[in-house]
């Protein structure tokens, strides 16, 4: 009985010296791995930050362009048709869009639907003005039908999705 003790005597203070080392270890692990996580979230950070800069930027940009003043004013020929007229704008919308589809993958879902509104009203707003244009017109009389819906409409599509994208950059940063 003396030896068992004698046995717990120094079991129970190595016991608690070998737990006390198991915690300071487990302590000094785990801060050395929340370390590495915050140093891959900064590295991450500075990798995606830019690459989602740059997708409001491209969005922005494709707003601008398929506003109807820059999307009219670039894709006008005399030659066209109204009917030419209204595919080649519709194609060109379709074609822009399609060019930066990808940048919703660095956007947020509410920017993202807000850019596919404003490229949706302005497709409608074509489609409209098409058609209250004679077929047989020229494309300056779509045009002229195109910026006299706009003109009626209390709100700018563009402005209003450029106006978001640029309060959720102002947020980020």
Known sequence: MQEFVDLLKILLPAGVVLYGMYLTVKAFLNKEFEKKLID???KNTETV???RLQAYERMALFLERISPANLVVRVNDASFSS???HQQLLHEIREEFSHNLSQQVYMSDQAWDNVKKAMDDIISTINLAADKTNPQSRSIELAKNIF???STRTEDPVNNALRFLKNE????F
């Open 169 to 172: 950059i102002r947020q980020a």
């Open 148 to 150: 006299e819906l706009l």
């Open 49 to 51: 930050l830019p690459i």
């Open 40 to 42: 891959i979230k900064i």
């Open 83 to 85: 009917v030419a007229f």
